[in-house]
Antibody, heavy 117, light 106 residues
Framework: EVQILESGGGLVQPGGSLRLSCATSGFTFSMYDMSWVRQAPGKGLEWVSRISGSGGSSYYADSVKGRFTISRDNSKNTLYLQMNSLRAEDTAVYYC??????????WGQGTTVTVSS | IQMTQSPSSLSASVGDGVTITCRASQTISSFLIWYQHKPGKAPKPLIYAASSLQSGVPSRFSGSGSGTDFTLTISGLQPEDFATYYCQQSYSTPFTFGQGTRLEIK
């Protein structure tokens, strides 16, 4: 059975850091690009970042460039998102998703990040 | 790449058929995904590669289009179909989403 499970969300103060994890199973993780997508309260969906299957290439939305870092450990079938210099506008539900070309997409259930003092 | 959905909201009755459109600001071939999103739940992929039905999704959902213009059609609305629908291009990063179409019960 295919599974994607995010963890690591929580409450953090502005300027703080948080690391999200996304554990996967049921598919050959290293074959697929992976992305993070978020939804802020009352807003639409926003793509955040993407990493290639090998981990050699990564891409970011302008809103998080220079503050967030995506990475992966293919030996653990796990995706990460290191979030630094967090702002109130980063408050959102963060989803881990397999989104690549013509392959069927897969999403996790999300983890909530709240940036507030 | 900008993704523009229309309409932004839609009212319909159970049993009706509805169509939602999505237009890309440049060609994206068939790299288009449709999602259904309900409050408190993860977005659910319905259609990928513009017209391929995601496993487990009822056949009343269908997608079409290529290049810049795409449609999602729901035939015979069921009570559980009232939700917000998004399109997303997976042609090039940033993988932009449409602004969403809220489907409400009339």
């Amino acid at each position: 059975e295919v599974q994607i499970l995010e963890s690591g969300g929580g409450l953090v103060q502005p300027g703080g850091s948080l690391r999200l994890s996304c554990a996967t199973s049921g598919f050959t993780f290293s074959m697929y690009d992976m992305s993070w997508v978020r939804q802020a309260p009352g807003k639409g969906l926003e793509w955040v970042s993407r990493i290639s299957g090998s981990g050699g290439s990564s891409y970011y939305a302008d809103s998080v460039k220079g503050r967030f870092t995506i990475s992966r450990d293919n030996s653990k079938n796990t995706l990460y998102l290191q979030m630094n210099s967090l702002r109130a506008e980063d408050t959102a539900v963060y989803y881990c998703a397999r989104i690549q070309g013509y392959f069927d997409p897969l999403w996790g259930q999300g983890t909530t990040v709240t940036v507030s003092s | 790449i900008q993704m523009t959905q229309s309409p932004s909201s839609l009212s319909a009755s159970v049993g009706d058929g509805v169509t939602i459109t999505c237009r890309a600001s440049q060609t994206i071939s068939s790299f288009l995904i449709w999602y259904q999103h309900k409050p408190g739940k993860a977005p659910k992929p319905l259609i990928y590669a513009a017209s391929s039905l995601q496993s487990g999704v009822p056949s009343r959902f269908s997608g079409s289009g290529s290049g810049t213009d795409f449609t999602l059609t729901i035939s015979g609305l069921q009570p559980e179909d009232f939700a917000t629908y998004y399109c997303q291009q997976s042609y090039s990063t940033p993988f932009t989403f449409g602004q969403g179409t809220r489907l409400e019960i009339k």
